[in-house]
């Protein structure tokens, strides 16, 4: 016969371990619908976020350029196309694109058609790795362990995505590539200059400078900026040596799954988590890294950092 005492214990065991069980089960429901939440929400709930810079040369009228990044575009993402086609309506005096704008092989003609509105403006650009290799499936938590120095080599075959087809239909429609390449723009009056890199985390970047006289040679208003994929402080140390005064870059996904407030872990590289999205500085020249339009087909989930577009806005230094 069972004592009273031992039935009690054995009565308690069972009451604990349902509400373990409970416990656990409540567990898995709030991570179920936080990742439904992140990727059939968040995923398409795009924005545009907006900078003012005080850069320009006194009198010199407002200049805007709209920054994308990281559209990491698949074949039938219908939503981030039309979002990508209203950001024609910001009527940028330029546009810069720092990279990773395919995630598919067969992506390329709704790359086009997202950007086609877009195309019709004056535009640089700059590669990052998904705009040469195929993504692969990864644990996406490795990123939370895993030190980016930029100069690993890929770790595995990868299959190649259709760049050169990419980059010329950039070029037919007039835009500049600053693939570790120099180059002058001249826009509204504002003469720009370009320092570009091929992508920092694939360790291809071979930096170009400025030319040390061009401001001497043109008298119209100037504005030297670096364009780079990823954001490595190697490469933002190199752009402020030789003398940029603004620097573009895209790769974070700013932080992409993010703590409450858009507070990041990790930025994919050896950039602090903090500035893993929007503007910060690098000695005292502004950085703006925006946090993408797009996440790699493998990890379609954002938390707490919803994808952008971002329109700076310059203004005369006062």
């Known amino acids: 016969m069972t004592s009273p005492a031992l039935a009690t214990v054995a009565a308690s065991g069972r009451s604990g371990s349902s509400a373990f069980l409970g416990a656990l089960g409540g567990l898995a429901l709030a991570g179920a619908a936080t990742l439904a939440y992140g990727h059939f929400i968040e995923l ?16 010199s009228p407002d200049f805007r350029i709209l920054h994308i990044s990281d559209m990491h575009m698949i074949p039938g993402q219908e939503r981030k196309i039309a979002f990508m086609n209203s950001l024609a309506s910001l009527e940028p005096h330029l546009v810069v694109s720092t990279g990773d704008n ?4 067969d992506a390329l003609p709704d790359l086009l058609r997202a ?29 939370l362990w895993k030190q980016n120095t930029g100069s690993e080599a890929l770790e595995e075959e990868r299959a190649a995505l259709p760049t050169a087809q990419m980059h010329q239909a950039f070029d ?13 723009l001249n826009l509204s009056g504002l003469r720009l200059e370009f320092s570009g890199v091929d992508d920092p985390h694939l360790n291809y970047d071979q930096h170009p400078g400025f030319s040390p006289t061009a401001f001497e040679a043109d008298p119209s208003p100037s504005l030297r900026l670096g364009v780079a994929h990823a954001p490595y402080l190697r490469t933002l140390d190199r752009f402020v040596a030789d003398g940029a005064q603004l620097i573009f870059a895209g790769h974070t996904h ?43 087909r493998f990890a379609q989930v954002r938390l707490f950092c919803p994808p952008e577009a971002v329109l700076v806005t310059l203004t005369a230094a006062s």
């Open 172 to 184: 037919e429609r007039g835009w500049v590539d600053l693939i570790n390449r120099y180059e002058t």
């Open 44 to 59: 398409n709930n795009f924005k545009i976020r907006q900078e003012r810079l005080a850069l320009l040369p006194a009198g």
């Open 254 to 296: 700013g932080g992409q799954v993010c703590l409450p407030g858009g507070r990041a872990l990790v930025s994919n590289c050896d950039l602090p988590p903090q500035r893993a999205s929007g503007v910060s500085y690098q000695g005292d020249v502004p950085v703006q890294v925006t946090a993408g339009l797009g996440t790699s």
């Open 102 to 105: 395919l995630s598919h092989l």
């Open 115 to 143: 950007m086609d509105p877009l195309l019709d403006f004056p535009g640089v650009y700059v590669p990052g790795s998904n705009c040469y290799f195929a993504p692969v499936m990864k644990n996406p938590a490795r990123y």
